[in-house]
């Protein structure tokens, strides 16, 4: 398969084609952007997965049936060219009339996702979940199945998949009084796995709180928070539980940091090696916070210098914290930065061994006004892809870049617009599309009501449509075959229409006979899956407004679902 499906005058492409229904497609224009769900009331706290087949699912609290402030959970998925593949504005995973809200979801195979919440249906908060499939389907109880139910409050879940088809999901339960974390897995089918009211990970003196989860990648997982056993202030500790519930190391966890003062927001990546990297902000130096790390391995042994590495040490503030493990060449620490009288976006490169890689407390991504709320991905190549809220002016858009392996910036000095539509857009999240570029998600206010949930994606050249920069020459006419890799969602597409006339497109079989004319307007896309052609080779012919182009292709079809 060739790596850009481009073709210039006299030149060929291959294209496959999977049959499916298509009904959009990714909106290129940042004002405008791809909708996700746009109904009354609010939609936020979005979380976002791969559908394992180039698009993405994703989760949120949504405010649509309340008349109060009560909250219900939805989901939508999107396939690789941003269709709506379920119910427009998403589907209902829990419509209970109390309120049920932060969610998060975790990726569990062959398209599935579980996703679980804090649900207040029986007069306190429980922790409930609910698993769907690739097509929307709902697989347990209508509302949720429940994973902790008992007095008093549990809340603020996370989740990690377990290698077989479930999860993990640890919580704050307060059933001792103080919030403590606590820990149950849940089968492929619904299954509670361990003790019913869930593996106590740290149940030590005072407050335990803000839980974060990895895989072990032994079917276990690392889980990490924020520690006041002291009762003075707060720690980062750490526990690793494996897959029939046993924790691991030692008694309500590993010292991650125990620093003086404050060490707070951990983040946690795993290793590659079954154990993990932990990020967390700090205040050891009584004065403002800065960004710490430290590496454990499987066994518990922390592996950098005692209460961490610092990341980054510059005046005033830095916080907003995230990581992600990007492979062989460590992990990316990004986080909002206040050491000059704008807030940026900083980022720092960790090796594994706990050596920093770029510049001394961070290379600067962005150059807005102001910049906050950063997220990092892998773009599956080794480098990361960041995301953040960027105000150059008033309001809130959504800027993003790209990183090498090494480091190094790969798209726009300060970052590529994701959308500048009116009013504010926030709480940005992506995912990698597994070819260098990533799908992004927010909260958007651009209707002047409530916050709704937009779509864009860019390909690894920063750009919203493949190969742009190859195709900018006005004096040649191409056409373009997308996305790459091929997918159930593939399209020709003319680029270079300078006379601004309507377009012909004939489609031949082996044999030379024509099976499909079709004219399209001067920027109209076309669906090879309209063209509902059986297995075999076959040709195409564009002509620009009558005229014959040596504009040639031919495609394969395979007529194989992947959708």
Known sequence: MMNKLKMKLGSFCILFVFCGKISAQW??????????????????????ISDANGGAIISWDDNRNSSTSSTDIFAQRLNASGIAKWTMNGISICNDAATQQASAIADVGMGNAIITWEDHRLGNYDIYAQKIDSSGNIQWAANGLAICSKALHQKNP?????NAGGAIIVWEDSLNNFWDIYAQRVSSTGAILWAVSGVSICAASNTQLNPKIESD???GAIITWQDKRNNIDYDVYAQRIDNNGNVQWTTDGVIICNAINTQSNPRIEPDGANGAIIGWTDKRNAVDNNIYGQRINSSGVVQWTSNGLLVCGAANHQSALDIKYTGSNGTIFTWKDARTATTSVYAQLVSLSGTVQLATDGIMISNGLRSNNPNAVSDKQNGSILVWQDSSATGWDIKTQRLDPTG?????????????????QINATQISDNNGGAIYFWEDYRNAADYNIYAHHLYSSGNPDIGLDELRNENSTNVLCFPNPINNSSVIKLIGNSKGKDWQLQIFDAQGRSILTRTLATNEVFSLEDANITSGIYFYLVKVDGTSLPLKGRFISTQTEHD
């Open 217 to 219: 990648g032994l079917g």
């Open 27 to 48: 909106v290129s224009n940042p004002a405008i952007n791809t909708t996700v769900a746009i109904v009354a009331k609010s939609q936020n706290n979005i979380h976002t």
């Open 158 to 162: 996370k989740i990690v998949g377990d």
């Open 408 to 424: 190094n910036v790969l798209w726009a000095s300060g970052g590529v617009t994701v959308s500048n539509a009116g009013n504010d």
